[in-house]
């Protein structure tokens, strides 16, 4: 897993099976030559499921993978913007040279620079919200096959357009075994689960954990969190996230909060799978 990926990801729970899905390694040809996904992995011996429930699950999850569209095709609009100028341009260009009319050799060089940034706005765009699409159905279908000893769980990182120097889309398929337990999330670090990708950001009252501090001695007597809405998500959505203890809880999106919003979660003192959310004030 690269640099950029390993700093705001979460290690999934001692004995879990992860099979990436898109690597997050710098030039890595997933994104333009399909996401690998092996469907014949084994079935871990903690999963409980039969064999036949397990199989069908991994082809169902398969065939939602090869439904991702190729986002790095978007590149082909910088192709056509730096051939338009090469080939029309009236002084260097060969075409744009052989023209007699100084004018058309402008307009054609223009309409490949205004064309190439118009296909690659577009592709990425549209791209991006159709395997965002595709993300969810994979989360949806993993929160539905999973069981109290075998959890399935899609792990996304940086699958929109802004992201952080040298930081590369990650996807992954995790089979864990039980409930989740993983290390307290800290303010900007990306959260393990289900949540795909959605940032866990701790309120004041939760304070940041350091190293060889137990959970439990980090987390203040307030129990208020922030959560990022992800992206996607509409009010009255149930999205999956993950508490500064390790719980994984159900949270309803609340009204007025859309993706990218922040919305309160009160942490329960015992586990229950929904919790109420608040919508943070504008």
Request: charged share 10%; net charge positive; aromatic share 6%.
């Amino acid at each position: 897993m690269g640099q950029q990926i390993g700093m705001f990801l979460q290690p999934p729970p001692p004995g879990s099976v992860t099979i990436v899905v898109e690597s997050g390694e710098c030039c890595a040809p997933e994104a333009c030559c399909g996401r690998k996904f092996d469907e014949m992995t084994p079935q871990p011996p903690f999963c409980d499921l039969s064999s036949s429930v397990y199989s069908s699950f991994m082809s169902q999850v398969g065939a939602k993978i090869k439904q991702y569209r190729p986002e790095g095709w978007g590149a082909l609009g910088l192709v056509i913007t730096f051939g338009g100028f090469i080939l029309f341009h009236p002084s260097i260009g060969p075409v744009g040279r052989s023209l007699e009319n100084f004018s058309l050799a402008m307009i054609l060089m223009f309409a490949c620079t205004i064309g190439g940034i118009i296909i690659l706005i577009i592709t990425q765009v549209s791209f991006r919200n159709h395997n965002a699409t595709v993300d969810r159905a994979i989360e949806n279908l993993c929160r539905r096959t999973s069981t109290s000893n075998c959890q399935f769980l899609y792990q996304t990182a940086w699958t929109g357009a802004c992201k952080p120097k040298g930081a590369r889309t990650y996807r992954a398929l995790v089979i864990a075994p039980g409930g989740l337990s993983g290390s307290a999330n800290v303010p900007g670090v990306m959260s393990f689960g289900m949540a795909s990708g959605v940032g866990m950001h701790q309120s004041a009252s939760i304070a940041p954990v350091t190293q060889g501090v137990p959970v439990a001695a980090a987390i203040s007597a307030s129990s208020t969190m922030r959560v990022n809405c992800p992206p996607g998500s509409r009010p009255g959505d149930t999205v999956q996230i993950m508490a500064p203890s390790g719980q994984a809880l159900m949270v309803t999106v609340p009204a007025g909060v859309g993706p990218g919003g922040q919305f309160d979660v009160q942490m329960p003192s015992a586990p229950v799978p929904v919790v109420e959310a608040v919508a943070v004030p504008q």
